[in-house]
């Protein structure tokens, strides 16, 4: 099955700085890669995705760019405000039966101190 | 507010009991998918529903099964429960398949605690 590696595990960084989370996937299969994130006791919420035909997306302050030949891809948050912190995760999907089913990474915790 | 909604929030419960969650969906959406977030095994998908019928099976356990019900709202039921069956259990909503990836909408999780 898949399987998604994400790194760091903890990021912390001064307010203003850029951050960057990396993920890579084992199945050439997946072609879909959304981000979540997840502030502490509430439940994940999706804040940028990308599909396999796209080498980049950007929204705001938020990106995300796919290397689909090294079977990775990452997140880009710049300009970091206090309020970005939370735990970030990626997935990476494929369609079975018709679903997308995501296999997450273990989590990033960011912290961002203002 | 995601549109989604699980009951109970908190259940706590012992060893080998068993326990049901509830979930429903956000108006329209017809797939209801169950995960699971523990700290060792990290966010898991278990199920997905689509419409009635079981669409998707992930590390689901053989003591949880689900269901979802003709007002599409779903359970999950949990069985034999032990120690480590204790986590977060999420509920999330799409419009279902359509030919392409759609967007998960989470609920706010129920947490189970097995004592």
């Known amino acids: 099955g898949e399987n998604v590696e994400q790194h760091p595990s903890t990021l912390s960084v001064q307010e203003g700085d850029s951050a960057v989370i990396k993920c890579t996937y084992s199945?050439?299969?997946?072609?879909?890669f959304p981000w979540y994130k997840q502030e502490l006791g509430k439940r994940p919420q999706l804040i940028i995705d990308i599909r396999s035909n796209v080498g980049e997306k950007k929204d705001q302050r938020i990106a995300v760019t796919l290397n689909k030949t090294a079977k990775h891809f990452s997140l880009h948050i710049t300009e970091t405000q206090p309020e970005d912190s939370a735990v970030y995760f990626c997935a990476a999907s494929k369609p079975s039966g018709g679903s997308y089913i995501p296999t997450f990474g273990r989590g990033t915790s960011l912290i961002v101190h203002p | 507010d995601s549109g989604v909604t699980q009951t109970p929030k908190h259940l706590i419960t012992a060893t080998g009991q068993r326990v049901t969650l509830r979930c429903s969906p956000r108006?329209?959406?017809?797939?209801v998918y169950w995960y699971q977030q523990s700290l060792d095994q990290g966010l898991q998908f278990l199920i997905q529903?689509?419409?009635?019928?079981?669409?998707a099976k992930g590390n689901i356990l053989e003591r949880f099964s689900a269901q979802q019900f003709p007002d599409l709202h779903s359970e999950l039921n949990l069985s034999s429960l032990e120690l480590g069956d204790s986590a977060l259990y999420f509920c999330a909503s799409s419009v279902g398949p359509a030919g392409g990836p759609d967007e998960q909408y989470f609920g706010p999780g129920t947490r189970l605690t097995v004592t």
């Open positions: 199945d050439s299969a997946s072609n879909y």
């Open positions: 108006s329209g959406d017809l797939s």
């Open positions: 529903y689509y419409n009635g019928e079981e669409r």
